[in-house]
């Protein structure tokens, strides 16, 4: 009677054992497919800066109308030796082409700023294809070039906005620095904001539309500042390879 005794504890010790082993394996099976999937389902963001230590930021500007600003901007870069990001609207790129095809042909870097000025958080996912498509087919076409990166009109996304541009190969980017030259502040006003809001990775926002007549009388002393506060400034996507794009 007594050997039996004694294996049943034996057994019984097994069987905790192997319960236990099999409740560790479960945990952690569950806890690694929770990490995956938030992983999976983590919200999307556009980027509004880069994650570096380096003194470094991009200089962008958003055209979708006019030829009276975008000629005296690209003179002032032009003479500066700098090169910036245009975000540029599709019908803007076809009506007026001699501005693009000199965007490109000086060196600077061309990108979309979709084809009408909507938000387009309010519409479904084809109508944000065509948005970005359309644009994207015009500017090719005027520039020879395929954009890559997309400033949303007015700033505008979402997830489906986001989603959407990726499958179309393009990244959203945003600005962390906004110069408001738009709402015509005054040039002083305009230069001092830029030159507060910088900071490392930083995306500067100003505009070469004709509504922004104060863009090309404030951009010197942007650039003069900038460089007196030891900054390289470098196109988008050549700020994209010196780190992480952020949010913040």
């Known amino acids: 009677m007594k050997f039996y005794i004694i294996n049943y504890r034996k057994i019984k010790k097994q069987i905790f054992l192997i319960g236990l082993m099999l409740a560790c394996v ?5 806890l690694v497919y929770q990490q995956q999937d938030m992983a999976t389902t983590a919200k999307k963001y556009a ?19 006019g030829t009276e600003v975008p000629g005296p901007v ?10 910036a990001t245009f975000f540029i609207s599709g019908p803007w790129a076809v009506k007026h082409p001699e501005f693009p095809k000199r965007i490109v042909a000086e060196g600077h870097e061309v990108a979309s700023h ?24 015009k500017i090719k076409e005027v520039t020879g070039v395929e954009p890559r990166l997309i400033r949303t009109p007015n700033g505008d996304w979402n997830d489906l906005v986001l989603t959407t541009a990726e499958e179309l190969n393009y990244r959203v980017i945003q600005w962390s620095a906004d110069s ?16 507060k809001k910088v900071q490392s990775g930083a995306i500067i ?8 007549i104060q863009t090309p009388d404030a951009l010197p002393g942007v650039l003069e500042g900038l460089k007196k506060q030891g900054y390289q400034l470098v196109t988008v996507s050549e700020l994209l390879t010196m780190g992480p794009g952020t949010i913040d």
């Open 26 to 30: 479960i945990f952690f099976t569950v």
């Open 47 to 65: 980027i509004y800066k880069v994650k570096t230590d380096k003194k470094v930021a991009a200089l962008t500007f958003d055209i979708s109308w």
């Open 74 to 83: 690209l003179d002032i870069l032009k003479k500066n030796n700098i090169k």
């Open 114 to 137: 979709g084809e009408e000025h909507v938000n387009l958080s309010e519409y479904s996912k084809e109508e944000i294809k065509k948005n970005i498509s359309t644009a994207h087919q």
């Open 180 to 195: 408001l030259d738009w709402k015509k502040p005054g040039v002083e006003a305009i230069t001092s904001r830029v030159l």
């Open 205 to 212: 926002l100003m505009h070469a539309s004709d509504t922004c």
